[in-house]
């Protein structure tokens, strides 16, 4: 029985070592890759921010679609809540310290969530999709109603951040926004591993495979759901208040239907279930976008789909996730 015990325990320890193993090459992975496009892009920083800022989003719809199983179509809506939230504090209170705007911005998309999470969580499956359209789509009209708040369809400008930290100006280059952007999915990024991993991660995990099972276990799964999407919003809300900063405007596509659909492409296209496969994916389709458009303007989407129809027949755990589960398959083997 000791034997037993003693033998389980070591395999936890072992599983806990390969955990912190990967996840600190992960992290490594995304410094040197941060590196190397502050290097060798440095005119396009601002394409490499605003990938940043979509990959704050694209992480945000993992927590409630792969970790949780919540279908949503509606998440710009978190991320234009905190895009709109910085800027306006900003433009119409002088709120001008970029930490201090990430902050707001964060409330901002919190705050969605949680009105987004009350809204959707109240019906399932397609009636649930329906509800997170519906949602994005009363944002945005919202957004452009209230023009002399948000700036309307002209969008919202007269967003001045200050220096970061007094020293770092946001210059037209895109140096220091860049360089911000990375820090903020960095430390997002290791909460994140945390969150996942914690006993309030697997819940969400077992709320999506079994909620009957959960329920009899005396745990209340729409509470929980309701806090990952509070959580998730804060995320997106990281993004927003980001990309608000980085580009000093903020426009009514930060609260469109197509970011959000654009975001759940990605994360299928990364694989869903996986901070990593949400990174990838985000990387892979907006560089792989990017350069496409720019090859050919004319029939640019129709690439973008044969490629996204590829993906999903050849790897439907999506790139990262089907990788992932080929190396696991072969250490199996081993």
């Known amino acids: 029985m000791a034997m037993t015990i003693n033998t389980e325990g070591l395999s936890a320890a072992s599983r806990q070592s390969r955990s912190l193993h990967h996840d600190l090459i992960g992290i490594a992975v995304i410094i040197a890759l941060a590196a190397a496009g502050f290097l060798l892009f440095p005119d396009n920083l601002a394409l490499l921010t605003r990938i940043i800022a979509i990959a704050l989003l694209v992480l945000s719809l993992d927590l409630v679609t792969g970790y949780c199983g919540v279908a949503t179509l509606g998440h710009a809506a978190l991320f234009g809540a905190g895009a709109y939230a910085a800027g306006m504090a900003s433009a119409h209170f002088g709120v001008n310290d970029p930490l201090l ?18 809204v959707i969580l109240r019906a399932h499956g397609l009636p649930q999709l329906v509800l997170s359209i519906s949602l994005v789509y009363l944002s945005h009209e919202f957004a452009n109603k209230a023009s002399s708040w948000t700036g309307g369809s002209d969008g919202l400008s007269g967003i001045s951040p200050d220096p970061l930290l007094g020293y770092f100006e946001f210059d037209l280059w895109g140096h220091t926004a860049y360089i911000f952007g990375v820090v903020l999915l960095l430390v997002v990024f290791v909460l994140l591993r945390f969150l996942v991993r914690s006993p309030f991660g697997m819940l969400c995990r077992g709320i999506k495979q ?11 799964p729409k509470a929980t759901l309701i806090k990952m999407y ?32 654009e975001a759940l492409v990605m994360l299928v296209l990364g694989g ?9 994916g985000t990387v892979i389709f907006m560089l792989f976008e990017d350069y496409v458009s720019a090859a050919n ?38």
């Not at 705007?101 to 009350?118: P, Y």
């Not at 980001?242 to 405007?249: D, K």
């Not at 869903?272 to 990838?280: M, P």
Request: aromatic content about 4%.
């Open 210 to 220: 079994d909620p009957l099972r959960i329920r009899a276990m005396g745990a209340s």
């Open 101 to 118: 705007m990430t902050a707001i911005g964060i409330a901002g998309g919190a705050v969605a969530g949680l009105v987004c999470g009350l």
């Open 297 to 334: 303007p004319f029939h640019w989407l129709t690439i973008v789909g044969a490629l996204l129809i590829a993906v999903v027949l050849v790897a439907p755990k999506g790139l990262y996730g089907t990788a992932a589960d080929l190396i696991a398959r072969r250490r199996e083997a081993r």
């Open 272 to 280: 869903t279930g996986s901070l990593f496969g949400a990174l990838s």
């Open 230 to 261: 509070v959580i998730s919003g804060a995320v997106a809300g990281v993004g927003g208040a980001l990309n608000a900063i980085s580009t000093q405007v903020v426009g009514l596509d930060s609260l469109s239907f197509t970011l959000s659909a």
